[in-house]
């Protein structure tokens, strides 16, 4: 006799995809934004105001929700500032830093790496299932993430002879965002995901301005000149892009592992081109078209029912 186990998504992780990509849609827009900010402040104020802002909204959010705070142990209180130090402090030095080197879309075909390190991390240190759906999905997201950067910017690849510099200091956002995903899945479940970023973003914020401060790049006078649509940026970065984002990501991650997770960060690079194309006038190829679609399969691919058969002899 044979009996066949099927092995499916619940119906209760749609709204967690629908989160993710919500998430992502929202990341992708925060290149659009930075661009408003880039002549009004430089890139190490510009964090460290972006993250302020995710703070204030982060400790209003859990006033006004009452939501309950665990008092973490000292081995929770390390774990955090593990996560405060490489998913904002290091990761915003690598980034901004790298791109004195390299322009953005060179950079964001190193970043497209991220769920595909997450999945190898994964599978490497937590032994988390990495079957042939997600393997081939990670690969054609990576593979749609491409071919929407190099059609936005058919000339990324010609770089001058410092560019290895800016090609290392974005691989180590890739890093620095892998380490982010993955050390969060022990306090995601003991602290909950609300606890973890406010945290780890509080930490990274205080990391962020006491390097502003050594390097003398608080300037009030830059601050006080921001215009409207600059301060508006500075919001949809703080509030939106860091605050909101990183709480339904790790959400994301508690529910349904760090690698079907990560797989949703391949829409960043598609949002920013429609983002661009809708509110900067950028043109939008077929090419790019294409990549889109290559990406939502990818996505789709990694995150579908899988169906196992098991035979059992009776």
């Known amino acids: 006799m044979t009996i066949c186990e099927q092995t499916l998504s619940k119906p209760s ?17 925060t290149f659009v934004a930075g661009r408003f900010l880039a002549d009004g ?12 802002l995710a703070s204030v909204a982060l400790l209003l959010f859990i006033h006004m929700a009452r939501i309950p705070l665990l008092r973490p142990s000292a081995r929770q209180w390390l774990q955090l500032v593990l996560l405060g130090f490489f998913g904002i402090f290091f990761y915003n ?9 390299i322009n953005a879309s060179r950079a964001s075909l190193i970043v497209a790496l991220n769920p595909a390190v997450i999945g190898l991390a994964s599978w490497l240190l937590f032994k988390e299932r990495l079957n042939r759906a997600k393997v081939a999905g990670i690969s054609i997201c990576m593979a749609g993430a491409s071919m ?12 001058g002879t410092d560019a290895w ?34 945290c780890s973003i509080l930490l990274g914020t205080v990391m962020l301005w006491m390097t502003c401060l050594v390097r003398g790049e608080v300037s009030v006078s830059a601050i006080a000149h921001l215009d409207a649509q ?10 939106l892009g860091s605050a909101l984002a990183y709480i339904g990501y790790y959400d994301g991650i508690r529910t349904i592992g760090a690698t079907r997770s990560g797989v949703f960060i391949a829409l960043n690079p598609l949002t920013a081109v429609i983002l661009g194309a809708l509110l900067l006038d950028e043109p939008l190829t077929l090419a790019m078209c294409l990549g ?10 990694c995150n579908k029912p899988l169906a196992r058969v098991r035979k059992k002899g009776i």
């Not at 749609?14 to 993710?20: A, R, S, T």
């Not at 889109?292 to 691919?301: P, T």
């Open 13 to 29: 992780d749609v709204p967690v995809y629908l989160k993710l990509a919500g998430v992502s849609m929202v990341w992708g827009g």
């Open 41 to 52: 402040l430089s890139p190490l104020l510009a964090a460290s105001l972006r993250f302020l």
């Open 93 to 101: 030095l690598c980034f901004f830093y790298g791109l004195h080197y």
């Open 148 to 159: 929407v950067i190099v059609s936005r910017n058919p000339q990324l690849l010609a770089a």
């Open 165 to 198: 510099i800016g090609d290392l200091l974005i691989f180590g956002c890739v890093l620095g965002w892998g380490v982010y995903s993955l050390c969060s899945r022990e306090l995601n479940q003991t602290l909950g995901p609300v606890q973890t970023v406010t």
């Open 230 to 239: 600059q301060w508006l940026s500075l919001l949809y970065l703080g509030v």
């Open 292 to 301: 889109g679609g290559l990406i939502l399969a990818g996505i789709f691919l």
